[in-house]
């Protein structure tokens, strides 16, 4: 009789992280600073008043290794939190490969993705400053449905902007945002300034998560009891989502494991940083780790952008941030995997690709779903489309590991499943899911407009 071995490992409560791990404090580059995109002058705690609450600000800036865990929001993490670290045993199987791999599923909790992670503690600390309403934009859905939840949770109003191309591909998506009592638009609408403009000059638009940017900050910007709530790119929001890795690492410890490839989907890039930053801080310290982030060939941010300076939206209202980017009015194609297609990246993932410490990779969405699929079928869980990148970075991190007849232990991260998502996964088995590459000649024109700043 073969012994039995359990795929899960569980951390008690008390194990669970009660502090952020901030990578600013050992990274040997940092970021540019800001750019305000009224003065071209460096961002000011100040400029940022206007949408953001006094210690998200602070936290954008701090370079302090580790930020305390609010004590409510901890108790808001233990409903779902410490989410579960899985050893994937059917799938090594099913791809005859020597490699060990582990995924860390963030699909657990009442949204099913990893966004809750941060959303909790944005609402948290929108509340603690009298904010009474949140306007956010969504690109698949899942960020929205995350702030819709956390907005529940502390008594304040929702406003999301929904990328028009996603709203109509996932409708229940928006429904359980509304379930929540969040109001959802589809971006661009009418709402705004920065969506009438965007639908004089197409009315057919299928938008962007930079437009939608553009909707929600106008939306913040003018009322006093609102402010603006971001699921991915800015430090705050990725200095919340390291409780992923933080956890990882018990969770390995407790069956004497050390990942030699930590891999994540890569969109804005807080997905991808929740769990690799928490081992980037061995990297540094000396330890051999391979880190890699996985985009979509439609939007490849990372592998075919470049590093400069440019606005986070469309309208040309957020702070201007050095970061990888395809031009903040690229109009990536509608693909299904809709929270990936965002023009830039995090400035702090941006640097580290810029620096070396970090590997990126993208993929086409037939060879993306072709993974999911089979991960669905070896380890009963359906991934979501993003989560699907990480999938097949994963089966090509062990399939090069059975080539060079090699062991490895990759880690990568499930942020989310996909049960929102089966017109994708219809479109995929129905033999109709186009694999689109990105335009150069329309990234080179958006290209054209990047800000002049040196």
């Given at each position: 009789?073969?012994?039995?071995?359990?795929?899960?490992?569980?951390?008690?409560?008390?194990?669970?992280?009660?502090?952020?791990?901030?990578?600013?404090?050992?990274?040997?580059?940092?970021?540019?600073?800001?750019?305000?995109?009224?003065?071209?002058?460096?961002?000011?705690?100040?400029?940022?008043?206007?949408?953001?609450?006094?210690?998200?600000?602070?936290?954008?800036?701090?370079?302090?290794?580790?930020?305390?865990?609010?004590?409510?929001?901890?108790?808001?993490?233990?409903?779902?939190?410490?989410?579960?670290?899985?050893?994937?045993?059917?799938?090594?199987?099913?791809?005859?490969?020597?490699?060990?791999?582990?995924?860390?599923?963030?699909?657990?909790?009442?949204?099913?993705?990893?966004?809750?992670?941060?959303?909790?503690?944005?609402?948290?600390?929108?509340?603690?400053?009298?904010?009474?309403?949140?306007?956010?934009?969504?690109?698949?859905?899942?960020?929205?449905?995350?702030?819709?939840?956390?907005?529940?949770?502390?008594?304040?109003?929702?406003?999301?902007?929904?990328?028009?191309?996603?709203?109509?591909?996932?409708?229940?998506?928006?429904s359980f945002m509304e379930l929540f009592?969040?109001?959802?638009?589809?971006?661009?609408?009418n709402l705004t300034e920065a969506g009438?403009?965007?639908?004089?000059?197409?009315?057919?638009?299928?938008?962007?998560?930079?437009?939608?940017?553009?909707?929600?900050?106008?939306?913040?910007?003018?009322?006093?009891?609102?402010?603006?709530?971001?699921?991915?790119?800015?430090?705050?929001?990725?200095?919340?989502?390291?409780?992923?890795?933080?956890?990882?690492?018990?969770?390995?410890?407790?069956?004497?494991?050390?990942?030699?490839?930590?891999?994540?989907?890569?969109?804005?890039?807080?997905?991808?940083?929740?769990?690799?930053?928490?081992?980037?801080?061995?990297?540094?310290?000396?330890?051999?780790?391979?880190?890699?982030?996985?985009?979509?060939?439609?939007?490849?941010?990372?592998?075919?952008?470049v590093f400069a300076y440019d606005f986070?939206?469309?309208?040309?209202?957020?702070?201007?941030?050095?970061?990888?980017?395809?031009?903040?009015?690229?109009?990536?194609?509608?693909?299904?995997?809709?929270?990936?297609?965002?023009?830039?990246?995090?400035?702090?993932?941006?640097?580290?690709?810029?620096?070396?410490?970090?590997?990126?990779?993208?993929?086409?969405?037939?060879?993306?779903?072709?993974?999911?699929?089979?991960?669905?079928?070896?380890?009963?869980?359906?991934?979501?489309?993003?989560?699907?990148?990480?999938?097949?970075?994963?089966?090509?991190?062990?399939?090069?590991?059975?080539?060079?007849?090699?062991?490895?232990?990759?880690?990568?991260?499930?942020?989310?499943?996909?049960?929102?998502?089966?017109?994708?996964?219809?479109?995929?088995?129905?033999?109709?899911?186009?694999?689109?590459?990105?335009?150069?000649?329309?990234?080179?024109?958006?290209?054209?407009?990047?800000?002049?700043?040196?």
């Amino acid at each position: 009789m073969s012994k039995l071995r359990d795929p899960k490992v569980i951390l008690s409560a008390e194990e669970m992280p009660t502090q952020w791990y901030n990578i600013m404090a050992d990274m040997p580059n940092l970021p540019a600073p800001g750019i305000n995109p009224g003065t071209l002058e460096p961002l000011g705690p100040e400029a940022l008043q206007a949408i953001f609450p006094m210690e998200l600000i602070k936290q954008e800036v701090t370079q302090e290794r580790f930020v305390e865990i609010p004590d409510e929001v901890q108790e808001l993490y233990r409903l779902w939190r410490p989410a579960p670290l899985m050893r994937a045993y059917r799938l090594e199987k099913a791809l005859d490969t020597p490699a060990k791999i582990f995924y860390k599923y963030e699909g657990t909790n009442p949204t099913g993705s990893h966004k809750l992670n941060t959303s909790i503690p944005q609402a948290y600390y929108n509340k603690q400053a009298g904010i009474k309403r949140l306007a956010t934009e969504t690109g698949a859905g899942q960020w929205g449905s995350a702030l819709s939840l956390a907005c529940s949770f502390f008594g304040l109003e929702c406003m999301v902007y929904m990328v028009k191309v996603s709203y109509h591909q996932k409708p229940y998506r928006r429904s359980f945002m509304e379930l929540f009592g969040a109001q959802v638009a589809a971006s661009p609408s009418n709402l705004t300034e920065a969506g009438r403009r965007a639908l004089e000059e197409d009315p057919d638009s299928l938008g962007s998560l930079g437009l939608a940017i553009s909707e929600a900050v106008e939306d913040a910007a003018s009322r006093d009891d609102t402010n603006y709530a971001l699921g991915s790119v800015l430090n705050h929001v990725i200095l919340h989502q390291t409780v992923i890795g933080l956890e990882s690492k018990k969770q390995l410890e407790k069956v004497d494991e050390y990942p030699d490839v930590v891999i994540g989907c890569c969109g804005g890039g807080s997905n991808f940083s929740g769990i690799s930053f928490p081992f980037l801080a061995d990297k540094f310290g000396g330890r051999k780790i391979r880190a890699v982030a996985v985009e979509p060939a439609a939007c490849p941010t990372l592998t075919k952008g470049v590093f400069a300076y440019d606005f986070g939206d469309t309208a040309k209202l957020t702070p201007i941030l050095k970061m990888y980017t395809l031009g903040h009015d690229f109009m990536p194609p509608g693909i299904h995997a809709g929270g990936l297609r965002y023009h830039g990246a995090s400035p702090l993932v941006s640097q580290l690709y810029h620096d070396g410490t970090i590997e990126t990779v993208a993929y086409t969405q037939n060879e993306v779903f072709e993974a999911a699929v089979t991960f669905a079928r070896t380890e009963g869980i359906v991934p979501a489309p993003e989560s699907a990148h990480a999938v097949k970075g994963a089966f090509a991190e062990a399939l090069a590991a059975k080539e060079a007849g090699e062991e490895r232990t990759i880690l990568f991260s499930l942020s989310g499943h996909g049960y929102f998502d089966f017109a994708s996964y219809d479109a995929y088995l129905g033999g109709k899911l186009e694999d689109i590459a990105y335009s150069s000649a329309s990234v080179q024109e958006s290209l054209k407009k990047l800000p002049s700043i040196k």
